[in-house]
């Protein structure tokens, strides 16, 4: 048994190159057994020596494996690596050529398809109080924007400011203006074309609820963005 | 050479060197999560404790001869540890690699 797993480990290449050290010292034991076999007496030596030299084969034999597994496994994590790499890119793609997936996004955003014809808006949340500036969570929304217009390059939009009815009329109007521009620097600062771009302010005018209440006002004050059709026509100014 | 196979003789030394690599072997065997499952540990543990009784005995060369079996059997279960933790480290991989094909696929 000893003899017929030292002859097989000391054939196999992967063997002696991965765990030379066990195979010699199989052969070793295993030709320490063989001489003690000629002594009379000697049976348990024999069989000693004999049971050393199977271990270390069968060591050899693990060792092997063992290492066989490794360079395999450093190619395969090559392999995992590569392919992660394709499929974000893939992922990637996918996203972008989703434009009418965007399409829709910005449609169910911008809720009402109206006779002045589709329109976005960008509630008072979205802005520091009483401010014009946008709040860091508008960005989402500025981005999906952004990308319809790039996708889009057509398209105009034009963006209307409006406040609620508190305070003063020509504050608001001026309010309704500022915030109206800012959303329409953004665009621009993202890339999208100045020219395509209008801002206005409507003040406390065209409220969309009434202003009694602190829910109505706060739907009041809104930036609307109104997107031109396809061909770039956009609906008459208020 | 014939001395060795003189069963019991008196002029066997000490085997203490022998027996502290074994205890090495076996701990070693242990430190890389060899359990009661792989069968050489527990060949290796049970000779191991039948050399050191051995060497209370002063039966030295029996002592050797036990010890010297015990640490191949530790060397062996350790292999066979690390051999199949890479087995299950490929598997795993080959797994990873075949949910990112079909990923790909899908796209």
Redesign the interface.
């Known amino acids: 048994m000893a003899h017929k797993s030292f002859q097989a480990v000391k054939e196999n290449s992967d063997v002696l190159r991965s765990a030379p050290k066990d195979v010699i010292r199989a052969g070793e034991s295993l030709a320490r057994a063989d001489r003690l076999s000629s002594y009379w007496g000697s049976t348990d030596d024999v069989s000693h020596y004999a049971y050393l030299s199977q271990r270390y084969s069968e060591i050899a034999g693990q060792n092997s494996a063992l290492s066989l597994n490794q360079e395999r496994a450093a190619k395969l994590e090559l392999e995992r690596q590569r392919l992660q790499l394709a499929l974000r890119e893939a992922k990637l793609l996918s996203v972008q050529e989703q434009s009418n997936w965007l399409e829709e996004q910005i449609v169910s955003l911008a809720t009402s398809e109206t006779e002045r014809g589709l329109v976005m808006t960008l509630g008072d949340v979205l802005f520091d109080a009483g401010q014009a500036n946008l709040k860091a969570s508008a960005n989402r929304t500025v981005l999906k924007l952004v990308q319809f217009l790039q996708l889009n390059p057509r398209r105009v939009v034009r963006i209307e400011g409006y406040t609620d009815s508190r305070g003063d009329k020509l504050e608001n109007l001026e309010l309704s203006r500022a915030r109206a521009q800012t959303v329409a620097d953004v665009l621009i600062d993202l890339g999208i074309d100045s020219k395509r771009i209008e801002a206005q302010g409507h003040g406390e005018s065209f409220p969309v609820a009434e202003n009694a209440s602190a829910r109505g006002r706060a739907q009041n004050r809104r930036v609307e963005i109104v997107f031109s059709d396809a061909q770039g026509r956009l609906g008459a100014t208020r | 050479?014939?001395a060795?196979?003189?069963?019991g003789c008196a002029s066997d030394p000490a085997p203490t060197e022998q027996l502290r690599l074994t205890e090495q072997a076996v701990t070693q065997a242990k430190a890389v999560g060899a359990d009661e499952q792989i069968v050489e540990l527990a060949m290796a543990e049970a000779k191991l404790q039948q050399a050191q009784s051995a060497m209370q005995r002063d039966a030295f060369k029996e002592a050797r001869?036990l010890a010297?079996?015990a640490e191949?059997?530790a060397?062996?279960a350790e292999?066979?540890v690390?051999?199949q933790k890479?087995?299950d480290?490929?598997n795993e991989?080959?797994n990873?690699?075949n949910r990112?094909?079909k990923?790909?696929g899908a796209?």
């Not at chain 2, 060795?4 to 069963?7: A, C, N, Q, R, V």
């Open positions: 050479m014939l060795l196979s003189l069963t001869i010297e079996q191949l059997d060397r062996l292999a066979r690390l051999t890479s087995q480290q490929l991989l080959n990873r690699i990112l094909r990923q790909l796209l």
